[in-house]
């Protein structure tokens, strides 16, 4: 009973971002890439969500969570949650930089903070593609760049 009542506030939740009654936008992006760390490299796959809002014809300011992985036998699912904003260049091309928290992706690992900047390019009426640099920073794991290749939808 308790699954359902979860899954039937996340459809509301999702229904109501996808409302066309918002005049800003929510997105959905699968993401892959690379992580370059101190330890190894590794691919990485994901999940980002997040909003959007204009601030002016060309200035927008969001916010991110992502599901991360990366493909080494050790690392689980990191959460992460962040915020950006933005700048609409062409009509249909956006450059953006956020500022974000990832948590640890291990049982001996840090949690890190980290900054990041990209491009979304729309490839359909609600497509796009995305490109986007991430450096991650740990207190003592040392830090840990990432390039990640994106596809989106906007609501």
């Known amino acids: 009973m308790r699954g359902r009542a979860w899954g039937g506030l996340l459809a509301l939740a999702v229904a109501g971002l996808a409302s066309p009654a918002h005049a800003d936008e929510a997105y959905a992006?699968?993401?892959?890439?690379?992580?370059?760390?101190?330890?190894?490299?590794?691919a990485i796959f994901g999940l980002a969500a997040g909003y959007d809002w204009d601030l002016t014809?060309?200035?927008?300011?969001?916010?991110?969570?992502?599901?991360?992985?990366?493909?080494?036998?050790?690392?689980h699912v990191a959460l992460g949650i962040g915020v950006r904003a933005g700048l609409e260049v062409t009509e249909r091309g956006k450059a953006f930089v956020g500022l974000n928290y990832q948590s640890k992706d291990c049982p001996h690992c840090e949690a890190a903070w980290g900054f990041s900047?990209?491009?979304?390019?729309?490839?359909?009426?609600?497509?796009?593609?995305?490109?986007?640099?991430?450096?991650?920073?740990t207190e003592h794991?040392?830090?840990?760049?990432?390039?990640?290749?994106?596809?989106?939808?906007?609501?």
């Not at 690379?34 to 330890?39: K, T, Y």
Request: proline share 1%; hydrophobic share 40%; glycine share 16%.
């Open 29 to 42: 992006e699968a993401i892959g890439g690379i992580s370059f760390g101190p330890e190894e490299d590794a």
């Open 117 to 137: 900047g990209g491009w979304e390019q729309e490839i359909g009426e609600r497509l796009y593609l995305k490109g986007e640099y991430k450096h991650l920073a």
């Open 57 to 75: 014809e060309t200035i927008f300011v969001g916010l991110e969570a992502s599901l991360d992985k990366e493909m080494v036998k050790e690392r």
């Open 141 to 155: 794991e040392g830090d840990k760049e990432i390039l990640i290749a994106g596809l989106g939808i906007m609501f």
